[in-house]
């Protein structure tokens, strides 16, 4: 089993692909849930407190908007953690959104330089029902190729 | 004529004549007790401003906000939208912008525009430092603004944004939305006082059948000894006792508590005192006007239409852009801050460059300035255009610059100040007489609605 990032980070139809194929997808909600049951916190409704823009400094500068920073410290944690990645372009709203496009820049270029780039799938969102059948394909063949945990390489040990 | 009220202190316990939401705890100038009952028997519905904002669940700001809103008996609302529209609204709304919360501000705003959601005020907020967050907050602003009546305000906020900073905005955003009928008065009858415990000065006027009777001023220090010194002041050209004194307001930093000690009647924040007292000396109660409020520690444009508030912007955050940075130049030319007007006249600000953007770089350009051998009487004028620039650049972008333009506060008292400002906006610019007491004059006003027939 590997764990997969996916983009965009909240994407259902997403998530249930990669889980159908036997691996983890790495979901925002699953950091939300984190930080909703933090006993210890009371800054609803996500419990994003002034410190967690804080902690998005380790993936921005103190110049990019707090809530792009407030964003990445729940995405930066996800693509570090993860093994391959999914990458739709195109999305339509409800397919999943994270609301600010500096964060899906910069979210998305941590997948492409953070993961070995062969395991990671660009893909375009379909626009007819052909297109939906090779996406929905070539998602589950990706995910089929992938190694085991052990085996995946992160970007920076690509040789 | 009704029977006047004497003046006191107000106990605890004691109905406090206050149709004002409840002062903020820990609030700056406010008072540290629990405050006195209000005599309103039911207790107003909340006032519904939607939230209009980019995520600001992100950004770590949410709990401020709500903080902020709930101290004005505010809630956030937000309005329902179908998910569908955000692939299109980019189009319908006419900016095609890439950030999906972005264009979520657009179909909100448009929901309550078309009154899908109903709405008593609206809070277009996104983070600072974002450029195409900028573009969309001031024309979804601007789209509210021109398509509806509601009162809208906006704010670039930071993680650092906290509750005390957006409470005036607040306050003055809910009586816009709820109490249109307090800002209605444009006569002001009976006795009345007004003190407007400012951050620099203290300013306090008796007004008696539409006239004022008594001015006093001086500066802040201790926030009640300042108060009751202007007050005395005041009484003493007005030659009147305070027992005649029907109703007072109160407004400035010092609000809540100048408002507490002498049980005032009205305590309000200054966005709506001063663009009620601007409109009101200027005698431009009706219509469009503008109104430029540049004060001893922050700067307010303020946008009305019968003299109540529409947009507003408030500036805080750079004492380049206020009577601070004056003082500043006064004393480092020397000359008493009455007298750098008419030194500002005299000079050509063409002469120096200087940005004060912020005080320490205005103050350095100053300096540097003089250095090199530039007159006192060119830095002068060129202190007074760094600061209308920055007013410019920082307040103007946020509001409708309609004529005619009221400049009044502290720093409408500098000669140089409306020349630049007339210069760089290249319309008339209105300074008032008793420009400086817009503030109290607008309280005295307003309190004159508690003045029993």
Same mark, same amino acid.
């Given at each position: 089993m590997v764990k997969v990032f996916i983009y965009p980070t909240n994407s259902f139809i997403l998530a249930d692909l990669v889980t159908r194929a036997g691996h983890e997808p790495l979901v925002i909600m699953n950091q939300v849930r984190e930080k909703v049951t933090s006993l210890s916190v009371d800054s609803p409704p996500l419990n994003i407190t002034p410190e967690d823009p804080n902690l998005g400094l380790k993936y921005a500068a103190i110049e990019v908007p707090a809530g792009v920073r407030g964003r990445m410290s729940l995405m930066g944690p996800m693509v570090e953690e993860a093994e391959a990645g999914i990458i739709v372009e195109d999305t339509p709203a409800d397919f999943g959104c994270s609301g600010c496009n500096r964060t899906n820049e910069l979210v998305k270029y941590l997948a492409r330089t953070n993961l070995d780039r062969s395991n990671v799938l660009e893909i375009r969102y379909p626009t007819n029902e052909d297109q939906m059948h090779d996406f929905v394909y070539t998602i589950l063949e990706f995910l089929e190729t992938l190694p085991t945990g052990s085996e995946t390489k992160k970007g920076g040990d690509k040789k | 004529?009704?029977?006047?009220?004497?003046?006191?202190?107000?106990?605890?316990?004691?109905?406090?004549?206050?149709?004002?939401?409840?002062?903020?705890?820990?609030?700056?100038?406010?008072?540290?007790?629990?405050?006195?009952?209000?005599?309103?028997?039911?207790?107003?519905?909340?006032?519904?401003?939607?939230?209009?904002?980019?995520?600001?669940?992100?950004?770590?700001?949410?709990?401020?906000?709500?903080?902020?809103?709930?101290?004005?008996?505010?809630?956030?609302?937000?309005?329902?939208?179908?998910?569908?529209?955000?692939?299109?609204?980019? &189009?319908?709304? %006419? $900016?095609?912008?890439?950030?999906?919360?972005?264009? +979520?501000?657009? @179909?909100?705003?448009?929901? /309550?525009?078309?009154?899908?959601?109903?709405?008593?005020?609206?809070?277009?907020?996104?983070?600072?430092?974002?450029?195409?967050?900028?573009?969309?907050?001031?024309?979804?602003?601007?789209?509210?603004?021109?398509?509806?009546?509601?009162?809208?305000?906006?704010?670039?906020?930071?993680?650092?944004?906290?509750?005390?900073?957006?409470?005036?905005?607040?306050?003055?955003?809910?009586?816009?939305?709820?109490?249109?009928?307090?800002?209605?008065?444009?006569?002001?009858?009976?006795?009345?006082?007004?003190?407007?415990?400012?951050?620099?000065?203290?300013?306090?006027?008796?007004?008696?059948?539409? &006239?004022?009777? %008594? $001015?006093?001023?001086?500066?802040?220090?201790?926030? +009640?000894?300042? @108060?009751?010194?202007?007050? /005395?002041?005041?009484?003493?050209?007005?030659?009147?006792?305070?027992?005649?004194?029907?109703?007072?307001?109160?407004?400035?930093?010092?609000?809540?508590?100048?408002?507490?000690?002498y049980n005032a009647d009205l305590i309000q924040e200054e966005i709506t005192t001063n663009s009620k007292g601007a409109v009101y000396l200027a005698d431009v109660q009706k219509g469009p006007a503008t109104v430029i409020d540049i004060g001893g520690m922050d700067n307010k444009a303020i946008s009305v239409e019968d003299g109540i508030p529409g947009m507003f912007t408030m500036g805080g955050i750079c004492a380049g852009a206020s009577g601070r940075f004056f003082e500043t130049v006064a004393k480092r030319l020397n000359v008493d801050i009455t007298e750098l007007g008419d030194l500002a006249m005299k000079g050509l600000q063409e002469n120096v460059k200087m940005n004060s953007y912020c005080i320490v770089f205005g103050t350095q350009s100053l300096v540097n300035s003089l250095a090199k051998g530039a007159l006192p009487k060119d830095v002068a004028a060129a202190a007074c255009r760094s600061v209308v620039e920055q007013i410019y650049q920082q307040q103007l972008q946020e509001v409708d610059v309609k004529e005619p333009v009221i400049l009044v506060g502290g720093s409408s008292l500098i000669k140089g100040v409306p020349r630049e400002l007339s210069n760089l906006l290249n319309v008339k610019v209105i300074v008032p007489e008793n420009s400086h007491l817009i503030g109290a004059v607008g309280a005295a006003l307003l309190a004159s609605g508690f003045v029993e027939e």
């Amino acid at each position: 089993m590997v764990k997969v990032f996916i983009y965009p980070t909240n994407s259902f139809i997403l998530a249930d692909l990669v889980t159908r194929a036997g691996h983890e997808p790495l979901v925002i909600m699953n950091q939300v849930r984190e930080k909703v049951t933090s006993l210890s916190v009371d800054s609803p409704p996500l419990n994003i407190t002034p410190e967690d823009p804080n902690l998005g400094l380790k993936y921005a500068a103190i110049e990019v908007p707090a809530g792009v920073r407030g964003r990445m410290s729940l995405m930066g944690p996800m693509v570090e953690e993860a093994e391959a990645g999914i990458i739709v372009e195109d999305t339509p709203a409800d397919f999943g959104c994270s609301g600010c496009n500096r964060t899906n820049e910069l979210v998305k270029y941590l997948a492409r330089t953070n993961l070995d780039r062969s395991n990671v799938l660009e893909i375009r969102y379909p626009t007819n029902e052909d297109q939906m059948h090779d996406f929905v394909y070539t998602i589950l063949e990706f995910l089929e190729t992938l190694p085991t945990g052990s085996e995946t390489k992160k970007g920076g040990d690509k040789k | 004529m009704s029977k006047a009220k004497p003046l006191k202190m107000a106990n605890a316990g004691e109905e406090k004549l206050c149709l004002d939401s409840e002062p903020p705890k820990n609030f700056e100038g406010g008072p540290e007790t629990k405050p006195t009952k209000s005599k309103q028997a039911k207790p107003e519905a909340k006032v519904k401003i939607a939230l209009v904002s980019c995520g600001t669940e992100y950004g770590g700001v949410q709990p401020a906000f709500e903080e902020a809103a709930a101290k004005v008996n505010a809630e956030f609302i937000y309005p329902e939208i179908d998910i569908k529209s955000l692939d299109t609204i980019g &189009k319908d709304f %006419g $900016i095609e912008a890439a950030s999906g919360d972005l264009r +979520l501000m657009m @179909a909100r705003a448009q929901a /309550v525009v078309r009154g899908e959601t109903i709405a008593d005020g609206v809070f277009v907020t996104t983070c600072f430092r974002c450029a195409e967050a900028a573009i969309v907050r001031n024309e979804v602003r601007r789209y509210i603004h021109q398509k509806s009546n509601i009162p809208v305000i906006s704010y670039s906020f930071t993680e650092q944004t906290d509750a005390v900073t957006l409470y005036t905005r607040f306050e003055a955003l809910t009586t816009i939305a709820k109490r249109r009928h307090l800002l209605a008065r444009e006569v002001q009858h009976g006795i009345t006082a007004g003190i407007d415990s400012g951050s620099t000065t203290t300013k306090a006027v008796i007004m008696k059948d539409n &006239k004022i009777i %008594g $001015i006093g001023w001086g500066p802040t220090n201790e926030v +009640l000894d300042s @108060a009751e010194k202007a007050l /005395v002041q005041a009484l003493e050209m007005a030659k009147i006792d305070r027992s005649e004194i029907q109703a007072m307001g109160t407004t400035g930093y010092g609000r809540y508590l100048v408002g507490e000690h002498y049980n005032a009647d009205l305590i309000q924040e200054e966005i709506t005192t001063n663009s009620k007292g601007a409109v009101y000396l200027a005698d431009v109660q009706k219509g469009p006007a503008t109104v430029i409020d540049i004060g001893g520690m922050d700067n307010k444009a303020i946008s009305v239409e019968d003299g109540i508030p529409g947009m507003f912007t408030m500036g805080g955050i750079c004492a380049g852009a206020s009577g601070r940075f004056f003082e500043t130049v006064a004393k480092r030319l020397n000359v008493d801050i009455t007298e750098l007007g008419d030194l500002a006249m005299k000079g050509l600000q063409e002469n120096v460059k200087m940005n004060s953007y912020c005080i320490v770089f205005g103050t350095q350009s100053l300096v540097n300035s003089l250095a090199k051998g530039a007159l006192p009487k060119d830095v002068a004028a060129a202190a007074c255009r760094s600061v209308v620039e920055q007013i410019y650049q920082q307040q103007l972008q946020e509001v409708d610059v309609k004529e005619p333009v009221i400049l009044v506060g502290g720093s409408s008292l500098i000669k140089g100040v409306p020349r630049e400002l007339s210069n760089l906006l290249n319309v008339k610019v209105i300074v008032p007489e008793n420009s400086h007491l817009i503030g109290a004059v607008g309280a005295a006003l307003l309190a004159s609605g508690f003045v029993e027939e």
